[in-house]
C-alpha cells in the first residue's frame, strides 16, 4: 500500500482506491482531479464530511462514471464510498 500527503497535482499516478478525508469545500472543488486518479472500476472514499452537509457532497459527485456503493455515518461524521464505473 502507497499513501501520499501532499496536493492531488503532485501525484502521477492512478490508483485501485483514492481517499479524501478532507473539507466539503475540498471535495467538491478537486472532483475532477480525484475521478482522474482512480482507475477503472476503482474506489473512491470520500470522508470527514458533516453529516449536515452529506447532501452537499452526493449532489457534487453524482456522474454516469460513479456508482455509490455505501454510506457510512458515526457520530455526525459520513464517509462516501464509490465506484468508478467508467473511464
Given at each position: 500500500?502507497?499513501?501520499y500527503c501532499g496536493t492531488i497535482d503532485s ?77
Amino acid at each position: 500500500i502507497d499513501a501520499y500527503c501532499g496536493t492531488i497535482d503532485s501525484v502521477v499516478e492512478n490508483f485501485n482506491i483514492v481517499v479524501a478525508n478532507i473539507s466539503v469545500e475540498t471535495l467538491i472543488s478537486i472532483k475532477n482531479e480525484i475521478l482522474k486518479k482512480v482507475e477503472k472500476n476503482g474506489f473512491i472514499i470520500l470522508s470527514g464530511i458533516p453529516e449536515s452537509r452529506k447532501n452537499e457532497v452526493l449532489e457534487n459527485y453524482i456522474s454516469e462514471k460513479l456508482k455509490l456503493i455505501s454510506t457510512k455515518t458515526e457520530n455526525n461524521w459520513v464517509a462516501l464510498l464509490y465506484q468508478f464505473t467508467k473511464r
